[in-house]
């Protein structure tokens, strides 16, 4: 087998475990954009369970790709003013365990994995509609919507487990930027539209065991129909399009342009006051390069403020 062979098969098997990172640019976030009171604190606990295959160039001698991972995420959120505006400011920690296994020719393959992974940051601020506001103000948002124009910058921080001895790792090694602009439009006051257009952008892994790993920005559109039953009970209708991440790996360009849709639903069912469920699952409609997951999530909040 030749070394750009070989070069080529070590990438396409990395986008097994790469999926838990890459799966940020196809995140399905209804209401990001949607305003809190000022001083709201909320404290969330997850979990996803993601699998599926990878669909792949035909021509390598890849086969049966198949993974079955599990990712535990905790994470804070604070609403803050900033110029006036409402703002949020999130961390989140995810903690990833599963199985990615094939065939490389005939020879199979498999990898049991159980780690911490890349710390996330994300900051949204409303530019347009929100301004800072009172539990008042928000009640009478929430009964008379009117539109919405809104920011966000997310960074994920290379914190995550990763040996670059090894090929398939829960970390990714680098840093990921997410710049991104949305607005919420009201139908009526039970019914919203919220889309968004964004950029991921990437810094190198220069540890990655085939040689360096460089990565073509990630383009991405979202879109959620939202449907508002009573104060905090909503479900929504999900769409996500992204492509490009076209990577160079040890100096070799790869034909991986990405070309992706993802179509999911989710709602959030409130109990007991301050506290939520949320339940979301996603799949692949269009699946060229990169992950092709069906993913399941669900969320416990509870409001601290």
């Known amino acids: 087998m030749s070394a750009r062979m070989v070069l080529k098969i070590i990438a396409l098997v990395t986008f097994c475990i790469f999926s838990v990172a890459e799966a940020a640019a196809q995140e399905l976030t209804p209401r ?17 369970h993601s699998a599926g295959d990878v669909l792949f160039d035909r021509t390598i001698p890849l086969y049966e790709v198949d993974s079955d991972i599990n990712v535990g995420i905790l994470a804070y959120v604070q609403t ?9 400011i999130m961390v989140e920690l995810p903690y990833s365990w599963g199985t990615t296994k094939g065939l490389i020719e005939k020879d199979p393959a498999q990898r049991d994995f159980s780690a911490f992974g890349d710390l996330g940051f994300t900051l949204t601020v409303n530019l347009m509609g929100a301004p800072s506001m009172t539990r008042e103000d928000f009640l009478a948002l929430r009964a008379d919507p009117h539109p919405i124009i809104g920011a966000s910058l ?23 930027t997410r710049l991104q602009l949305g607005t919420i439009i009201p139908f009526r006051p039970s019914w919203l539209l919220e889309a968004a257009a964004g950029i991921w952008l990437y810094s190198d892994d220069d540890e990655f065991l085939p040689g360096m790993r460089e990565q073509d920005p ?6 959620h129909l939202i449907k508002r039953f009573r104060p905090g009970f909503w479900a929504s209708l999900d769409f996500t399009y ?24 989710t709602v959030v069912i409130p109990f007991a006051d301050r506290h939520a469920v949320k339940i ?26």
Request: aromatic share 12%; glycine share 14%.
């Open 32 to 48: 990001l954009y949607w305003p809190m009171p000022k001083g709201t604190q909320l404290l969330v606990a997850g979990y996803s």
């Open 80 to 88: 803050v003013n900033l110029w006036g505006r409402s703002s949020n």
């Open 154 to 176: 997310k960074v994920i921080a290379p914190t995550g487990d990763y040996d670059s001895d090894r090929l398939i790792n829960v970390g990714a090694n680098r840093w990921a």
């Open 218 to 223: 990630i383009y991405a559109l979202e879109a």
């Open 242 to 265: 992204f492509t490009g991440g076209r990577q160079t790996i040890g100096g070799e360009r790869l034909g991986d342009v990405q070309q992706n849709a993802k179509l999911g639903g």
């Open 280 to 305: 979301g699952y996603a799949t692949g409609t269009v699946t060229k390069y990169g992950s092709d997951f069906d993913q399941f999530l669900v969320t416990y909040q509870v409001l601290l403020r």
